[in-house]
């Protein structure tokens, strides 16, 4: 059985989270989450580490999408 950890994010955050979610395959912010983290290792793994450009693009494609202020 797998292990898991908490991350903690604001609440303002966390209900624009569930309202972007709603209609999604989605079903609750720790889901979206995990999509998300995956698709960065993933991506990682893929293309070997990550220049700073490259983690500056993610973090303002999240920002964009309201996960990151």
Known sequence: MAEY??????K???????????GTSFSSTSD????????????HEQEGE???AEFG?????LEDLGYLE
Not at 5 to 10: A, C, G, L, N
Not at 36 to 43: A, D, G, K
């Open 5 to 10: 950890t908490t991350v903690s994010i604001p």
């Open 12 to 22: 303002e955050l966390a209900d624009r989270v569930d309202e972007t979610i709603e």
């Open 32 to 43: 979206l989450v995990r999509f998300l983290l995956r698709s960065i290792v993933i991506q």
């Open 50 to 52: 990550l220049t700073e």
């Open 57 to 61: 693009e993610i973090a303002d494609q």
